[in-house]
Every structure is written in structure tokens, then in C-alpha cells.
């Protein structure tokens, strides 16, 4: 049974890199941070994505990624995007969110469900977005109508 729901888990999570893409894909469609010249990215317990952001960094030459780290906890920092895992206090991370106006992005549905702002899973092996409304909306994002038309939203 373990191992079962172990797997389940995994198949239901994205390949880092393909995270990476989609969320770099979607960052131009939300007001706030398109409007930047960089963002700033913070990752927390995942070493794979954030070897992801700086290999698409590295690769493609993405224009719009400036400073990343990982780290173990939330920054004391503001930073644009913060990438987290299922081991950060959620109240924290949504006070943090509130006060640097950060998008927080997660690949566990829970967690968006509970106020995390995105989130990224498979779903029939096609890539799914979710967004918490109400969060994102306290935090001042704005997305475009075309991202809101492909997202499962939680409000």
C-alpha cells in the first residue's frame, strides 16, 4: 500500500524542468510581475527545480529571470517567486506572500486549496495549472482572462 500511494504521488507531479517552463510561460499573462525587468526567484527544499530555473536560465537565455536561491525555510528577502514544498507552515509562507507581494507556486494541490497562490500536477497526463483566487487576489496579482480560462481555480 505504501509503495502504491508512494508512486501515485509521483506520477501526479511534473518533471522539474517542465515546471519551470510552463510557470516561465505563464509569468508574462499576470500584471504585477510582467512588469518587472527581473524576477527574482526563491526555492525552498526542491534541488530540482532550482537547478531547473538556472538551466533555463542558462539556456535560453531567459531575459526575465534575475537572482535565484534555494534555501530550507522562507527567505527573510522579498522575493518575486517563491517555489515551495509540502514542509513550509502555510500560514507563514501566505503572511510572507502578503507582505513582498510574492507569487507563491507549489506542485501540491492541497497546499493552493489551502491558500497557496499556484500550482502545477498532471492530471490524464496533461499539465495542469491551479490558482487560488482569493489568495491571489490579497496579493495583489492580476492575471490576464487567458490564464483564467485554462486554470482549475479554488476561491
Request: net charge positive.
Amino acid at each position: 500500500m505504501f509503495l502504491s500511494s508512494s508512486w501515485h504521488a509521483v506520477a501526479n507531479e511534473l518533471p522539474a524542468n517542465l515546471q519551470v517552463v510552463l510557470l516561465s510561460k505563464l509569468m508574462p499573462y499576470e500584471k504585477v510581475l510582467s512588469k518587472k525587468p527581473k524576477l527574482s526567484v526563491f526555492v525552498v527544499n526542491n534541488r530540482d527545480v532550482y537547478q531547473a530555473f538556472n538551466l533555463l536560465k542558462a539556456k535560453q537565455r531567459n531575459q526575465q529571470l534575475g537572482t535565484i536561491k534555494f534555501g530550507n525555510e522562507l527567505p527573510k528577502k522579498p522575493y518575486d517567486i517563491v517555489f515551495l514544498d509540502q514542509q513550509i507552515d502555510l500560514s507563514d509562507a501566505l503572511i510572507y506572500s502578503l507582505k513582498h507581494t510574492s507569487l507563491l507556486v507549489t506542485n501540491d494541490i492541497d497546499m493552493v486549496k489551502q491558500g497557496i497562490t499556484l500550482g502545477l500536477s498532471v492530471k490524464n497526463g496533461r499539465p495542469i495549472f491551479y490558482l487560488n483566487k482569493k489568495s491571489s487576489d490579497a496579493t495583489g496579482l492580476s492575471w490576464d482572462k487567458t490564464v483564467l480560462d485554462i486554470v482549475t481555480l479554488y476561491n
